[in-house]
Each structure stands twice: as C-alpha cells, then as structure tokens.
C-alpha cells in the first residue's frame, strides 16, 4: 500500500490529532497507580484485587491488539479510530454513575479494548502520513511523548480531585469530554488514501500468521522485555522506596514523577538524538544505561536507587518508540494495522505479567528489591538483544527495501476512511 502527499494543513491536523489521543489515554492508564491506594480504602480490598485495575485493561488491550488490530486495514484509519474513540467515550462516561469495583473493573476492560482498536489504527495511520521510514521514528517518538505528557497530567488530575474533595471517577469524565472533541475531529479530517498490494484476505487469521514472522516476533520480544523493565518502576518503585529516610527522602517523594518527566522530555528530543546517531547505535546504548541504573540501584541500594530509578526513565524514553516504528516499518503499510495489532498484544503482555511477576517474587522473598532483581534480569536480556541488533542489524535490508517501495511522494490522494 502507498499513500500519498497530502495538503500541510491536514497532515498537521492528523499528527495533531494523534498527539492527543495518545495523550488522552495515558491520563487513564498511566494513573492507575495514584487510584489504587483509593480503590484499595472505598472497598477494602486486597492489594491483589485492587491491582486489578492495572491489569485488567492491560489484558484487554492485548487481545483487542491481536483479536481487533487488523480493522484498521480492514475498515480503513478513520473508521476503525473512530469507533475505538467513541466507544472510550461512552465507556468513560459510565464511570460516573458506577458505585462497584465489579462495575469499574467491567468499564476498564472495555476500555481497553476500544483504546487496542482506536490505538493500531493511530499507530497505522503514523505509517501512512511518514515519508520516510526515519520520519516514521521521529513522528513515533513524537507521538509516544506526548502519551509521556499525558502521563505526567493524569496522576497530577487526580491528585487534585482527590484535595479538592471530588471522586477519582471524574478523571474519567474529563477523558471522555476529550475524547468528543476527537471524534469530532476526526469525523472532519481527511485521510490519506490507503490502497491495498496483497490479495490476501484482511482478517484475524492473518494476524496470528504475523506473528510467526522473525521481524514482527523479535521486535515484539524486545518490547516485551523493555515494558517489563519500564513497568517496574512506575508501578513498583514507591514500594521499594518505602522507608526510605535518608539524606535525599525528598526525592523518594517525587520519584516517579520525576521518572515520567524525565521520559517524556527524552522522546521529544529522540528526532535530534536520531537524527545524529544510527538508531541500532543508540538503543544499544541507551539499555546498557538501563541496565547501569538498575543493577546499580540493587547492588548499591537505597541511596543510590532514589537517583537511579528516576534517571533510568530519561534512557527508556526512545527505546519503546524506535522499536515499535522499526517493528511496523518492517512491513508494507497495507499491514501496520495488523503488526502494529501484535506488538500491541506484547507490549500489554509485558505490562500485565512483568509486574506481576516481580509482586509474586518480592512476596516470596519478602521485598520489593528482590522483585527489582527480576526487573534487572529483563533489562539484561534487552540489552543482550539490542547489542546484537546493533553489531548485526538483521532489519537493514528489509527497512531499505521497503523505504524505497513504500514511502516515495506521489501525487495527493485523500480519502475519507
């Protein structure tokens, strides 16, 4: 599939778009550790049950990724991102007449199912408005940073209902009002014609073939092993800073939010970084950073963990958008709903069984740092894989050839799906 120039106004209205979708959803997902503690007190519940909140909607992003993923080729971007919002909308603002867990815990599952269908088609769509399979990186680092934005304003809305007396159900209701101006949006914008180049059928079944290809399966195993190692310490980094009392317990404080800022500034600097340096070069690196701080937190401790943990957030900010754009760029664009569908399925994976592996590990030792043990083993393996991504670049031919096929300007074509 080839797609085509289009008028800067509406490729700038697109991206935009983009932008805010990805930064409306991470104000819910990327909040579920400030509700927690308060759905953990409204209804006594285990830390167990109430972490189902983080893992419920993870689940249900990842079949949706894998079972929904290939509507974005199959029914068009527009359509299938349309659908994904409006229904995040209407489920959104359920929240506000719900009074039970069962009933929140139902609304986030489907909740991450509409974001699995409106996300593979925003993240299809990157492939279709990108000249290049360069700009595709950038424009994935650029989007992803503004889901780290929408991370950083998330917990900070809820902390503020929460002093301000209101419930946690309201940040939902201010999602939901966002997601209306984005259906409206993009109802009205034009699309870049999408144009198909394989007579095979678009539909599940081709999916699960998918994900037998060495391109899309190593690239989703190395977002596998980042999540993990990401996840470990947005989710569980309080709790191994718990107690801490030393001489710097003001940053244990403001720990993760340092994190998240830290990451969102690295992806909005990845175009530059990029730009400068091969990008097998600079993953390689950037893990083997990772992997410093992590290893460094656990065999130093505390005092140095308060440091380390947050500053490892401004080294995983490219990894998880470069990889996931080389992932998809591997493929012709007629299939970035599909593949952008499985690396979706593994990034939810990771982010549903990495922490809850460490929790079961931290439990049977008695500590959360033993938990941060397992988070090191997984940021060992990604550096292990991105350091031979990077002396062999297996990827190279396959993005060159299909940089060239498709990715050349044409004459414009707009299409209304």
């Known amino acids: 599939m080839n797609t085509t120039a289009m008028p800067k106004r509406n490729l700038t209205a697109i991206k935009w778009l983009t932008y805010m979708?990805?930064?409306?959803?991470?104000?819910?997902?990327?909040?579920?550790?400030?509700?927690?503690?308060?759905?953990?007190?409204?209804?006594?519940?285990?830390?167990?049950?109430?972490?189902?909140?983080?893992?419920?909607?993870?689940i249900a992003i990842a079949i949706a990724g894998i079972f929904l993923g290939y509507l974005?080729?199959?029914?068009?971007?527009?359509?299938?991102?349309?659908?994904?919002?409006?229904?995040?909308?209407?489920?959104?603002?359920?929240?506000?007449?719900?009074?039970?867990?069962?009933?929140?815990?139902?609304?986030?599952?489907?909740?991450?199912?509409?974001?699995?269908?409106f996300k593979t088609g925003a993240l299809a769509l990157v492939g279709d408005i990108s000249r290049s399979s360069s700009e595709?990186?950038?424009?994935?680092?650029?989007?992803?940073?503004?889901?780290?934005?929408?991370?950083?304003?998330?917990?900070?809305?809820?902390?503020?209902?929460?002093?301000?007396?209101?419930?946690?159900?309201?940040?939902?209701?201010?999602?939901?009002?966002i997601c209306v101006l984005l259906v409206a949006t993009a109802a009205l914008v034009k699309y870049p014609t999408t144009v198909k180049t394989l007579d095979e059928p678009v539909d599940f079944k081709r999916t699960i073939r998918m994900m037998k290809n060495p391109y899309a399966l190593g690239f989703s195993l190395g977002i596998f092993l980042y999540v993990a190692a990401e996840c470990a310490v947005y989710v569980w980094m309080p709790t191994l800073l718990t107690g801490y009392s030393g001489s710097f317990a003001f940053m244990a404080t403001y720990a993760i939010s340092v994190f998240f800022i830290l990451r969102a500034i690295g992806r909005f600097l990845g175009a530059w970084v990029l730009a400068r340096f091969s990008w097998t070069s600079v993953m390689a690196f950037f893990s083997l950073a990772i992997l410093i701080c992590f290893a460094g937190s656990i065999a130093i401790g505390l005092s140095f963990a308060v440091w380390l943990m947050p500053l490892s957030g401004l080294f995983m900010s490219m990894i998880y958008p470069t990889l996931n754009s080389k992932g998809i760029s591997c493929f012709p664009k007629s299939e970035h709903g599909a593949v952008a569908g499985v690396i979706l399925f593994f990034t939810c994976a990771a982010a549903a069984l990495g922490p809850l592996a460490m929790g079961a590990v931290s439990d049977a030792f008695g500590h959360a740092r033993y938990g941060f043990?397992?988070?090191?083993?997984?940021?060992?393996?990604?550096?292990?894989?991105l350091l031979l991504n990077w002396i062999y670049n297996p990827a190279k031919e396959r993005l060159a050839k299909l940089d060239s096929s498709e990715y050349q300007p044409q004459t414009a074509q707009i299409s209304q799906t």
């Open 21 to 58: 979708m990805f930064m409306m959803f991470a104000m819910t997902t990327d909040s579920v550790g400030t509700i927690i503690p308060e759905i953990i007190k409204e209804f006594h519940l285990s830390m167990v049950a109430a972490g189902a909140f983080h893992y419920a909607p993870m």
């Open 72 to 117: 974005a080729d199959k029914l068009g971007r527009k359509r299938a991102i349309i659908l994904g919002l409006v229904l995040f909308a209407l489920n959104s603002y359920l929240f506000a007449v719900g009074n039970s867990f069962a009933f929140f815990l139902t609304l986030l599952v489907i909740s991450g199912a509409s974001i699995g269908i």
């Open 136 to 177: 595709h990186t950038s424009t994935m680092n650029t989007v992803e940073g503004f889901f780290g934005v929408g991370a950083i304003i998330g917990p900070a809305i809820v902390a503020r209902l929460l002093t301000s007396g209101f419930s946690w159900k309201w940040l939902y209701v201010i999602a939901g009002t």
């Open 373 to 385: 043990v397992l988070a090191t083993v997984f940021a060992a393996l990604l550096f292990a894989g």
